[in-house]
């Protein structure tokens, strides 16, 4: 083993050990079936990623219920007919030597959907999208835990090796640990541990629909962009509630935000010389954007949780990835965007790759999401004149 590459020893979350500690951190893909089914195109992708040499492939997320759908061609895991093409998608990862976990979510009122009204713990419009929620009942609670409890069962049926729970990005499970998103002054909001009831019911409820020792990660927001949001010694005592009841490995990342930009950062590492090189012109004089922005938040959860910890947030050379592994801040690199840009990325460092990877952090898939499928669009010029064509035309 490469003494200079802890990212390439196993690593153990729960039950399972990986092969290395390179993850396939979630992002969506914009191909599923109307109605959330899987599809070819979902096969063809995740077996490409399969083939990848990561340690762990995290799914997009999947909504547990309808009312969670963030966007269209979003995959779903709301009801046992989508459970065959799931489990389809799973025997194509494993076949291909991959192991997967499932990611399980629900938009809150972060859902796009024109035919969705937007639910969360209070009335309070969007950050990011202004869109007004209308308050959930204890009811309606009840029935969101029970279907990511129902969706766990799914997917453990389809053969996913693990089940990762969306708990940060504005989404609703942060939504209702944000006292900035949460108003509320009854059993699931008023202080730090009513707010955050609802993340650790979801928790429980997964855990108690799966066996004991089936892993259960989560990306969890440890702080929000908005004021009078979530502090970072909330977001870590969260974890640590998680971690008692039996959590596996968190993934730092940040809680209710403003704009995407705020998490999926541009140009990360890109210096005017690579700027140069890759033909992006404007950023010749503009300083590099800094790697592991995450890390501040995964650093913290480590000082105070004993959890296995996956940094993701802007990872893109390895001395940096090795550098972050060895000092005990994280114990996974988890990379979304470069796994877009090059699916065998993995495989490429597993094969002795070093330095920096392809991707730029142009953040031109990120502006396809909800409307085509997830790609690269610097990779051919083809690509990259449609994308014009989308952005000063097809969706003006």
Known sequence: MDQHAPFLEPGQIGSLQLRNRLVRAPTSETMAEEKGG?????????GDLGRGGAGLIITGHIFVE???????????????????????????VHDAGGTIF???????????????????????????????????????????????????????????DGIHLHGGNGYLLSEFASPYANRRDDAWGGDAERRGRFFVEVYQSVRDTVDDDFPISARVGIAD??????????????????????????????????????????????????ALATGLYPRLFEPA???????????????????????????????????????????????????????????????????????????????HDGKDPLQCWRKKWRSLAHHAYCRFWRDR
């Open 289 to 367: 954007g800094p790697e592991a922005y995450y890390r501040p938040y995964a650093h913290a959860v480590k000082q105070s949780v004993d959890i296995p910890v996956i940094l993701i947030g802007g990872m893109r050379t390895t001395p940096t990835m090795a550098e972050v592994i060895s000092s005990g801040d994280a114990d996974f690199i988890a990379m979304a965007r470069p796994f877009i840009r090059e699916p065998d990325i993995a495989k490429q460092i597993v094969a002795g790759r070093r330095g920096m990877v392809d991707c730029v952090s142009c953040n031109i898939c990120l502006n």
């Open 38 to 46: 899987v599809n070819d195109s979902l096969k063809r992708f995740y």
């Open 225 to 274: 962009s908005v004021e009078g949001g979530l502090p970072i010694a909330e977001g870590v005592a969260l974890v640590g509630r998680l971690r008692e009841r039996g959590l596996d490995a968190v993934e730092t990342t940040l809680g209710v935000m403003s704009s995407y930009l705020q998490n999926i950062r541009p140009y990360v590492a890109v210096t005017p010389g690579r």
């Open 102 to 160: 499932a990611e399980l979510s629900h938009a809150g009122s972060q859902s796009v959907m024109p035919n969705v009204t937007p639910v969360a713990p209070s009335i309070i419009p969007n950050a990011m999208f202004a869109r007004t929620p209308i308050e959930l009942s204890e009811v309606d609670i009840g029935e969101i835990i029970a279907a990511f409890g129902a969706a766990a069962g799914r997917a453990k049926q389809a053969g996913f």
């Open 66 to 92: 309808p009312r969670g759908q963030y966007s269209p061609s979003q995959m779903g895991i709301y009801q046992d007919n989508l459970v065959p093409g799931l489990k389809e998608l799973v025997d194509i």
